[in-house]
């Protein structure tokens, strides 16, 4: 490795292009990049084996962390910063000292035939992020956020997603008509449906769709799917988010596949 570029000034060009990333959920769109924050986000892009442009890295980790510095070592590049400077490039009370650059993935064709989950117009970062653990936890192949869904690569969804979006195929921006290729049935949950999830036949594959968490489902969406069904709540309708009804039902799919 060749030796680390030193940053002491915020008016760097590199650390302005960082905030912007870090700051505005969809940059990433704008500018091309995206902007991993933390040890473990770093350590799940190596493991996958995906590159790495840059690790912005603090002073104080290159000089005394060798665990750090040797996983800086895996970028392409390497910025050694003042560890003040790393406040501005996180959302985080306490930043972390080490953070990596790359160039925003591009978008797989969908798959037509895989287990899928399907975000409509979620809102919360840490909701999408908690459905995306779920979804790589349970062997889902791809994620489709239709638009109005907040930015799959944002860095509080990167944050909730705890490195599941390098296992899973992710398209953003998708057309709700897009999902009439689709060769696996749709299947939501919904309060007012009669089927309880526990004792309904699951299609095997499935596209499960969860809807934005105060309106849940479109219902022009509800209406293309194959089954409506709905999660047993007995201390009290309404008291799941969407994150704990995506792994309620993730895991059911999960499940049935290997009975």
């Known amino acids: 490795m060749s030796e680390p570029a030193r940053i002491h000034s915020r008016a760097n060009p590199l650390l302005a292009r960082l905030r912007r990333l ?3 959920p969809a940059a990433y769109r704008r500018l091309g990049a995206v902007w991993l924050e933390g040890d473990h986000l770093c350590a799940a892009l190596r493991a ?3 590159p790495a442009l840059q690790a912005v890295i603090a002073e104080s980790a290159w000089d005394h962390d060798e665990r750090l510095r040797e996983l800086a070592g895996w970028a392409t590049r390497v910025a050694v910063i003042a560890d003040p400077l790393f406040k501005d490039l996180s959302g985080l009370e306490s930043p ?7 160039d925003a993935p591009q978008a ?4 037509t035939a895989v287990a899928t989950v399907v975000l409509d117009r979620l809102q919360d970062p840490g909701n999408v992020g908690s459905i995306l653990r779920s979804a790589a936890a349970f062997g889902v192949r791809q994620v489709l956020a239709l638009k109005g869904t907040a930015a799959l690569w944002s860095p509080k969804v990167l944050r909730a997603g705890m490195g599941a979006h390098f296992a899973l195929g992710l398209v953003e921006a998708v057309d709700e008509a897009a999902l009439e290729a689709l060769q696996v049935p749709l299947v939501a949950t919904s309060s007012h449906a009669g089927a309880e999830l526990r004792h309904a036949e699951l299609p095997r594959p499935c596209a499960w769709v969860f809807g934005h ?3 849940g489902v479109a219902p022009a969406l509800l209406a293309r799917c194959a089954l409506q ?9 309404e008291s799941l988010n969407v994150a704990a009804a995506a792994a309620i039902c993730l895991y059911e799919s999960a499940s049935r596949q290997g009975s």
């Open 22 to 24: 870090a700051q505005e």
């Open 48 to 50: 996958r084996g995906r």
């Open 96 to 102: 972390p000292r080490i953070g990596f650059l790359l």
């Open 108 to 111: 797989p064709a969908v798959d």
């Open 213 to 215: 968490e105060g309106q």
């Open 229 to 237: 069904l709905r999660i047993p709540q007995p201390g009290g309708e």
